[in-house]
C-alpha cells in the first residue's frame, strides 16, 4: 500500500565501499527525486528524473549516481563511501515537475 | 546562501499554547508549500497556498501566504504534543529550474 517506498531503511557501512538505495513509487507520478537531509534536518534536493529522463543535477559528487529503469523506479548508487557522505536519503515523486512531493520514509546512512 | 528562511528555528513550548512559524525570501514565488514531518518518516505536504494573501485552515493549523507572495507564516491554535514535528516550508524556483527549495526546517516540541 505505501506509496513511495525505499530499501533500506538503514545502512552502515565502511569507508570505500560501494552501496545502493532503492525506490519505488506506486502513484503513477512522472518525477522523481533525490534529496539528502544532514544532521541540521536541511533537506537538498540531488537529483530529479522526469519519465526516466535526469532534469536536474546538483553539484554532487560524481561518486553519486542516480538510475531509473522505468519511471516508477530510481536508484541511487554510491562509489567509494566517505564519512562526510552520513546523512539520510530521501526519495519522493510528484505528479510533474511543479506538483508537491511525496515522501519515501528515508535511508539513514551511517559510514565508519 | 539560504533562499528561505524558517523563523523560529526551535521552538519548545506548552500544551494549550499558541505559536507562529514563519518563511521568508526577497524571491516572489508562484506557490508554497509547508510540510511535516516526523521523526524516522518523511515529510508529509500540509498544505499548498497559491494566491497572495490566501488563507488556509486545517483544523488548528492557519497557513497564510504574504501578500507580494514573497512570505508565509503558520500559526498553530492551542498546540498539542502530536503536532510535534519538524515544519518545513518549500518553494520552487524557477530560475533554478524549478527545483522545489525547502527552508531549514522549525523543530517544535510540544510538552504535556
Known amino acids: 500500500d505505501t506509496a513511495v517506498s525505499q530499501t533500506p531503511k538503514y545502512l552502515v557501512t565502511q569507508m570505500g565501499n560501494d552501496k545502493s538505495i532503492k525506490c519505488e513509487q506506486n502513484?503513477?507520478?512522472?518525477?522523481m527525486y533525490w534529496y539528502k537531509q544532514d544532521s541540521k534536518k536541511f533537506l537538498k534536493i540531488m537529483f530529479s528524473y522526469n519519465n526516466k529522463e535526469l532534469i536536474i543535477n546538483e553539484t554532487v559528487p560524481n561518486r553519486f549516481s542516480p538510475k531509473s529503469p522505468d519511471k516508477a523506479h530510481l536508484n541511487l548508487h554510491i562509489n567509494s563511501l566517505e564519512l562526510g557522505d552520513s546523512a539520510v536519503y530521501f526519495c519522493?515523486?510528484?505528479?510533474?515537475?511543479?506538483?508537491?512531493?511525496?515522501f519515501g520514509n528515508g535511508t539513514r546512512l551511517t559510514v565508519t | 546562501t539560504q533562499l528561505l528562511k524558517q523563523s523560529p528555528q526551535f521552538l519548545s513550548i506548552q500544551e494549550g499554547e499558541n505559536l507562529t512559524v514563519y518563511c521568508n525570501s526577497s524571491s516572489v514565488f508562484s506557490s508554497l508549500q509547508w510540510y511535516r514531518q516526523e521523526p524516522g518518516e518523511g515529510p508529509v505536504l500540509l498544505v499548498t497556498v497559491v494566491t497572495g494573501g490566501e488563507v488556509k485552515k486545517l483544523k488548528r493549523l492557519t497557513f497564510q501566504f504574504g501578500d507580494a507572495r514573497k512570505d508565509s507564516s503558520l500559526h498553530i491554535t492551542a498546540a498539542q504534543p502530536g503536532d510535534t514535528g519538524l515544519y518545513l516550508c518549500a518553494a520552487p524556483f524557477y530560475n533554478q529550474g524549478g527545483k522545489l527549495i525547502f527552508g531549514q526546517g522549525t523543530e517544535l516540541s510540544v510538552k504535556p
Open positions: 502513484l503513477g507520478h512522472d518525477t
Open positions: 519522493a515523486s510528484s505528479q510533474d515537475r511543479w506538483a508537491p512531493l511525496h
